[in-house]
């Protein structure tokens, strides 16, 4: 039984995960416990298959949360996990065409030959870059709006907060 089992530094390597991360993940439910051999954590060869699972699922944007419905759900009958992916790919969907949107815009900017933004009439209030500007912000999810933690919003007034 000993030789099926993998230590925890081999699965880290081949999987890409660090320990830490497979310690966290035993912790969250994603894995199964690793069993203690000379006090290091092992686990069973077929843990790969899942940390695959899990990367994948985390590189298409779902929350460790998500993850684990998602695990749980794939051992159903019902294939229950289906729907969540469903709608993580209509997620996906709007994202692209928001920033289809977005780069749409971009290149109307780009396309301007004012030699200054400011005096842009695109740019201005009655402009077309603005007003889809201002529209396409208003659709995109804090997650992708481009601004940091950092960054100090404005109010309508242009003061700052």
């Not at 077929?46 to 998602?70: M, N, P, Y």
Request: glycine share 8%.
């Amino acid at each position: 039984m000993v030789e099926d089992l993998l230590p925890i530094d081999r699965v880290a390597r081949e999987s890409g995960f660090a320990s830490s991360a497979l310690r966290y993940y035993e912790r969250f439910g994603l894995i199964s416990v690793g069993l203690k051999i000379q006090g290091k954590r092992h686990y069973a060869r077929s843990v790969l298959q899942r940390l695959s699972v899990i990367k994948v699922c985390q590189s298409v944007g779902f929350s460790l949360t998500e993850i684990a419905d998602l695990l749980d759900g794939a051992d159903q009958p019902d294939g229950a996990w289906r729907d969540l992916a469903l709608r993580r790919r209509r997620d996906i969907d709007e994202q692209i065409k928001l920033l289809h949107s977005l780069a749409d815009t971009l290149d109307v900017a780009l396309n301007c030959e004012c030699a200054e933004l400011t005096q842009c009439p695109e740019m201005g209030p009655q402009g077309g870059v603005a007003s889809r500007a201002c529209h396409d912000r208003q659709e995109l999810p804090d997650r992708w709006s481009g601004r940091s933690r950092g960054d100090v919003a404005l109010k309508d007034d242009r003061k700052t907060v």
